[in-house]
């Protein structure tokens, strides 16, 4: 809203031509959302706490020690979108369809986990929404996003995939696309929801790969920068650095209550939002592998799901003590705030390695 107000003003006043800088806007996204988590943070804590009323927001396939967390409000993702999305709508540019199709995704994705969180407080169970009828809302989401984007993006990039490493190499999948895209949005918007089991676990993960992409963002959306590294380049694609600026702030003001001892959860509001939020934005930089390196946390805690069924299904064994591996590492005796601690350095060693791509062409 602002660029749109004051850019145009920008030939008769200097001042205005911060507002042309998607680096000034992307800080103050930042600061916007920041300001208004701490804000909001308080009145939005109290509401969820009355609308608790001592419902059991703690799954039953969790460690014993969680249960002392069972008064400790959930749904606190409404926090972050609240945030996230005035911010975006006063310092993006709105013109920018690339905005509207990730906020899209971020806003559904959260919706459907709203939907999930507040059935659990109103039914005093761990349940929620269930879980085919959340992935088909996912899918449905998705679906539209992807095809806005082929939509909105010229040949061949549209319906490509790009391949890390290689300069000129895009993979046509035509229709596949969309199936291709929706595994990526859903599968990272799910990966992020496995991977919120403790207290500060997944925002710090979700703000370091927010960084990560608003880099890259601003990079493919730079003609100059995006030939220099001769990586694809992605007309508007910049304008999701000030998205992910208002990730980083939103995040960072979520994590003031969401420090150990945890005043307030996330919940699959907020989870389910930013994890596809995260895959939205990796489909429109043409950077889907990249994100399966730099939020390869979210991936390793994933497979760990995936390989306890399997292993259980086939054999009778289970492979981790519990899944996901956070649990897992819980019922070998680690601490809470070790485990967060150091998975927090293995998400940003791989998002260093994630970045490197850039450069390795």
Excluded at 247 to 257: E, H, P, Q, T, V
């Amino acid at each position: 809203m602002l660029y749109l107000l004051f850019s145009p003003l920008a030939d008769d006043f200097q001042a205005f031509n911060l507002f042309r800088y998607l680096t000034f806007r992307t800080g103050g996204a930042i600061m916007t959302a920041l300001f208004l988590s701490f804000v909001l943070g308080p009145p939005v804590i109290r509401w969820l706490r009355a609308r608790q009323r001592g419902a059991s927001n703690v799954r039953e396939d969790t460690p014993e020690g969680h249960l002392k967390k069972a008064g400790t409000p959930t749904m606190g993702g409404v926090l972050i979108l609240l945030a996230l999305a005035f911010s975006i709508l006063l310092w993006g540019d709105l013109t920018q369809a690339y905005v509207w199709i990730v906020l899209l995704v971020t806003i559904g994705f959260g919706l459907i986990g709203f939907a999930d969180d507040f059935l659990k407080l109103t039914k005093r169970n761990s349940k929620g929404l269930p879980g085919k009828l959340k992935l088909a809302f996912q899918i449905g989401i998705g679906t539209a996003a992807t095809l806005w984007f082929m939509a909105s993006t010229p040949e061949p990039l549209a319906a490509s995939l790009a391949v890390p490493f290689f300069k000129d190499v895009l993979i046509g999948l035509g229709w596949f696309f969309v199936p291709f895209a929706l595994f990526v949005v859903v599968g990272a918007s799910n990966a992020v929801n496995l991977t919120d089991g403790l207290d500060g676990l997944a925002i710090v993960p979700v703000m370091i790969a927010a960084a990560c992409f608003g880099f890259i963002a601003y990079l493919v959306g730079n003609v100059v920068y995006s030939d220099y590294l001769q990586i694809h380049y992605v007309a508007g694609a910049g304008e999701l650095a000030v998205l992910c600026g208002a990730i980083i702030g939103a995040g960072l003001g979520f994590l003031w209550y969401n420090a150990p001892p945890a005043m307030v959860f996330m919940g699959d509001t907020g989870s389910l939002s930013l994890g596809g939020a995260l895959g939205a934005m990796s489909v429109v930089t043409k950077h889907e592998i990249v994100l399966a390196i730099i939020g390869g946390l979210f991936v390793l805690e994933t497979v760990s799901v995936i390989v306890q069924v399997v292993s259980y299904k086939l054999t009778g064994k289970r492979v981790f003590a519990m899944a996901p591996l956070h649990h897992h590492f819980e019922k070998k005796g680690w601490h809470e705030p070790t485990i967060v601690i150091r998975f927090w350095i293995i998400a940003a060693v791989l998002a260093l390695i994630g970045l490197a791509t850039l450069k390795l062409r």
